[in-house]
């Protein structure tokens, strides 16, 4: 049985539908339009607007780390004259919104999910903040990032210390004028202390081990070096991390300018003062690992390791590209620093670069692993009809991000395409009576 859309609730929302996408980013979208091509009703059910994150979860400065190019949304290649550029945030959210304009799809915007669960006779039964809704198919698409990590030794910070996580920061203006501390050099923490470095604000930096790259070698980007050796098509299987890349951290460069490298060391010898990681606070003492000289190098022989898989292909295939001499450490720490006293350091602000953590404690059905993380292959979960997509490796490097985002909607959808032509019944008119009889019953 294929039920359709019928009886709308509040919002416009139907209260049965054959599937229902949760998350209305670039992931939701990209299902949406391949369930589109197929005729596959749906509806997109996302808690805030399309393009949320781009718009109201990124600093002003944002852009993309990876080129423009490698922007492919199912249907929506870049169209810019700046292919090898790298958009900045207001750029992105035009990209995103042009993409849900060009196809239109059932997206019900302010619609949160608060609950999914397993219908009695087969589907699935989502609470929403617009009524309940009955589908026999789920994808969620609300990748993994959803909420904010700050150690719990934060709450023991003198007051009148400005705390900020990345997700909040917009700009340097948004801080109290004083010193600023930086905590993670992952790709936010990375481009954060830069943006404030740059701004000519006094930064202290917590080094984590977060790998960099370069932005260019052997005159070309990096990232179309490393499209070339196919990196990007590697599944996650063939990685030589295996799973474990799905919680890796991403490597620093940036985009800003047109592109370049993030040198820790040459913002050291500007006046920036790096740390290694961050591991507690002693009275109003911070204190910090000694790893300061390990991080750094440890960035730097990944930078290097890089740059000699792309020398092998250069000789391999015997390409005439230009020599470029190594990186070079402009500064090196005498000792690693293990303290700093907040008293008199002039440090008038925090901003927390140190991640998010998933919660799906929201999805009530038993496809999580120890970890909390949805166990599945290429999206497609032990749960019949449930799917995840948008995840960082969900099958390939490029699975969370704007490059690989459409290949992994398109399987999703074939699979999605299989079990509507098989008509299977889910009982989902029994299970519409059991939500309508319990929604009675709270009201009664």
Request: hydrophobic share 40%; with cysteine; net charge negative.
């Amino acid at each position: 049985m294929t039920l359709t859309a019928e009886q709308p609730t509040r919002a416009g929302l139907p209260n049965r539908v054959p599937v229902a996408v949760v998350g209305g980013g670039q992931a939701g979208l990209s299902i949406s339009w391949h369930l589109t091509r197929r005729g596959i009703e749906h509806v997109v059910l996302e808690r805030e607007t399309v393009a949320h994150e781009w718009s109201d979860a990124r600093w002003d400065t944002f852009c993309l780390v990876t080129p423009n190019w490698q922007c492919q949304l199912p249907g929506w290649p870049y169209a810019g004259d700046d292919p090898d550029g790298f958009m900045v945030k207001d750029e992105i959210v035009a990209y995103v919104r042009g993409y849900a304009a060009s196809f239109g799809p059932p997206v019900h915007e302010g619609v949160a999910v608060t609950r999914l669960a397993p219908a009695p006779d087969g589907g699935y039964l989502l609470t929403t903040s617009a009524g309940e809704l009955a589908a026999e198919q789920v994808v969620l698409a609300v990748g993994g990032y959803h909420l904010p990590v700050v150690p719990p030794y934060a709450a023991a910070l003198p007051g009148s210390i400005t705390q900020l996580h990345s997700q909040q920061y917009k700009n340097p203006d948004q801080l109290p004028a004083g010193e600023v501390l930086v905590v993670g050099t992952g790709q936010s923490g990375a481009q954060i202390a830069e943006d404030l470095h740059l701004a000519g604000r006094r930064v202290h930096l917590a080094v984590g081990s977060a790998p960099r790259i370069a932005r260019r070698y052997r005159g070309r980007d990096v990232v179309a070096w490393l499209d070339d050796l196919g990196h990007y098509d590697m599944p996650v299987e063939q990685h030589r991390d295996g799973e474990a890349a799905r919680v890796g951290t991403n490597h620093y460069v940036t985009g800003r300018d047109g592109g370049r490298d993030i040198d820790l060391r040459t913002f050291a010898t500007e006046g920036m003062q790096l740390y290694g990681t961050l591991t507690g606070l002693s009275g109003t003492t911070l204190t910090f690992a000694p790893n300061l000289t390990e991080n750094l190098d440890r960035a730097d022989r990944v930078d290097d390791s890089a740059k000699d898989v792309i020398d092998r292909h250069i000789a391999a295939a015997g390409i005439d590209a230009p020599v470029e001499p190594r990186y070079t450490p402009v500064w090196a720490p005498e000792q690693d620093p293990t303290e700093l006293p907040l008293d008199g350091s002039g440090i008038t602000s925090v901003v927390w670069c140190i991640g998010f953590r998933a919660d799906w404690s929201w999805v009530r059905v038993p496809v999580f692993d120890g970890a909390g993380y949805p166990t599945h292959s290429r999206g497609v979960t032990s749960a019949p009809g449930l799917f995840v997509l948008g995840l960082p490796w969900l099958h390939t490097w490029g699975s969370g991000r704007f490059s690989g985002i459409a290949r992994d909607a398109e399987h999703v959808a074939d699979r999605i395409g299989e079990l509507v032509a098989s008509g299977a019944p889910t009982g989902l008119d029994r299970t519409l009576a059991v939500a309508a009889a319990s929604s009675a019953a709270r009201m009664a």
